[in-house]
């Protein structure tokens, strides 16, 4: 083996760990920050549930990626429904997280800013109150029910874009300088 092989698995090595230790830790914090930063609202047919989770997820999915986003997301989240009491809505927040996750991170790759960082957030609430509507419906059976949990589902991704539009910039360029 010659030392370019040799540095070139060197730098993939180190790249996996990275990637292994950033993702894992973004769906302990995105577990943390939804199991005991929320508040449990008492309307709709599941109660509903305001959260902070999504601000880890989308930080991680805008400072790495919409791999470590998705996958930090789809599996924080979905932890949180099996260990919850939430158990039927973990295949639906896997799916719809992760892809809140990876899309926020597939906008905000390669546009940085503040207008891409909101432009990403629209699409993930809409991904999230269209998936969670489909969810809702297919659970209960009901088509009209659903809509009570709408507000609540804007209201969660709207204060996680609020906080993270203020420091997802600033967090980025400095996670950047020291990489």
Known sequence: MNET???TKAASGSANVRFLT??????ALT????AFINIRLPIAANGGLIHLGNVPLFLCAILFGKKSGAIAGAVGMGLFDLLSGWTAWAPF???I????????GAVTEKHHGFGWNLLAF????IIKVTGYYVAEGILFGNWLTPAASIP????????????????AE??????LHHV
Do not use: D, E
């Open 170 to 175: 600033p967090l980025r360029k400095a996670v």
């Open 97 to 104: 997280v992760g892809l809140m996750g990876f899309t926020v």
């Open 31 to 34: 577990y943390v920050f939804t």
């Open 5 to 7: 092989s040799s540095a």
């Open 152 to 167: 609540g589902n804007l209201i969660q991704v709207g204060a996680a874009a609020v906080l993270v539009l203020l420091i």
């Open 93 to 95: 927040t896997f799916l």
């Open 122 to 125: 629209v699409l993930a609430s």
């Open 22 to 27: 950033v993702t894992a830790l973004f769906i």
